[in-house]
């Protein structure tokens, strides 16, 4: 069985096949009406969504399926104090396949290992965004014809950003790509990211907090949200909060055929004066959401029972009491689960759930 945590958990080709699926389904959709027929999705949501959830449940009624689920913790059992294993054994009984999203990095990793039925991250913490990582693939293939040999940039917060993460690792194993990260010091991308990812990947990047100086030479710019319910310090949120605005005088400054992405809600990093540009493809990019979570549905459910698609195996958890994770939104510091660590790059010890460094 497959279920979409990170997005390293899909093969490439298996990305690749996702969006082949993605665009017929967009070219065809009368042909997928049927296709989930009597099957249920369940969208387990313990934070706020507008796009992910209702694309989910936009997606499989389209593929003539049924949806079920929440999308208030205070509603269910989570109230109660029900761990998200448990929960998840609950749906199980219910439901085809799930899609979660949860403020706590890692509760998607804990769901799925118990889960009978394929598992989709829809976001957890600031960690990782699988779904909207298909999402901005297909919209940079539809915009620009390529997902190769592009040089994209990311402004904003890159720090708690957790599409950022998501599309970066999936971008690091295609050919030719360049990525300038623009950020102010205190919203930059986390180490593993560069150095697992980046550094590992051969992906070539560079830093600077100047927005100007970057645009000209992207094929995508990729706007970003400041993070606001992931600070632990509002003055550090006030800070940083204006740092990047994107107008019509920075547009002028961008290449002609450049692709404005955002994976939403903007606050005030886009101008409205920027939406009917021609390059702003924004709101396309919510149109390819729904497409794409079609796909990824019908992939999942056609690959449950496949050997040929099945979770990557990695190395055995490094399990000492002598660890512990740094970061108090880790599953294993919220929920009774075993501290499990991992080698990273450099002989870093990380966390196996959240990514963090370990104290
Ligand atoms: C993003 C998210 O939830 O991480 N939104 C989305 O899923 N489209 C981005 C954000 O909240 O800023």
């Not at 800070?239 to 002028?252: E, P, T, Y």
Request: proline share 6%; aromatic share 6%.
């Amino acid at each position: 069985m497959k279920h979409l945590i990170d997005p390293t958990d899909l093969r490439k080709e298996e990305i690749d096949q996702i969006i082949v699926l993605a665009e017929d389904i967009i070219a065809h959709r009368e042909r997928y009406q049927g296709s989930m027929a009597h099957k249920k999705l369940a969208t387990l949501f313990y934070e706020p969504s507008t796009r992910t959830r209702l694309s989910f449940t936009a997606a499989m009624m389209e593929l003539g399926g049924q949806v079920l689920g929440f999308s208030n913790p205070q509603n269910s059992s989570a109230a109660k104090g029900e761990t998200v294993q448990d929960t998840v054994r609950v749906l199980g009984c219910f439901a085809d396949i799930i899609a979660m999203r949860h403020p706590i990095e890692g509760a998607p990793l804990v769901a799925s290992e118990v889960s009978r039925v394929p598992i989709i991250n829809a976001g957890d913490g600031s960690h990782s965004h699988p779904t909207q990582t298909l999402t901005d693939l297909l919209t940079i293939k539809r915009e620009l014809g390529r997902i190769d040999d592009i040089t994209i940039g990311f402004c904003g917060d890159l720090r708690f950003g957790r599409t950022v993460h998501s599309l970066i690792k999936a971008l690091s194993r295609y050919h030719g790509i360049k990525v300038v990260l623009i950020a102010p010091d205190e919203l930059r991308l986390p180490d593993y990211i560069k150095l697992d990812v980046c550094e590992k990947m051969g992906v070539e990047y560079r830093e600077t907090d100047n927005l100007d100086e970057a645009i000209p030479e992207l094929d995508v710019l990729y706007m970003t949200r400041v993070q606001k319910e992931r600070f632990l310090d509002e003055d550090e949120f006030d800070r940083v909060k204006d740092s990047f605005v994107l107008d019509a005088r920075r547009m002028a400054l961008a290449k002609p055929k450049m692709a404005v992405l955002h994976p939403l809600p903007r606050v005030n990093e886009i101008l409205t004066e920027v939406d009917d540009d021609p390059r702003a493809a924004y709101f396309r990019q919510v149109e390819n959401g729904k497409f794409v979570r079609m796909s990824l549905i019908v992939s999942l459910m056609e690959w449950r029972n496949d050997p040929e698609h099945v979770m990557p195996e990695h190395e055995a958890p490094i399990l000492n009491p002598a660890l512990h994770c740094s970061n108090p939104k880790c599953i294993c510091n919220n929920e009774k689960h075993q501290p499990r660590f991992r080698l990273a790059e450099n002989g870093i010890t990380r966390c196996w759930y959240c990514d963090s460094k370990v104290r």
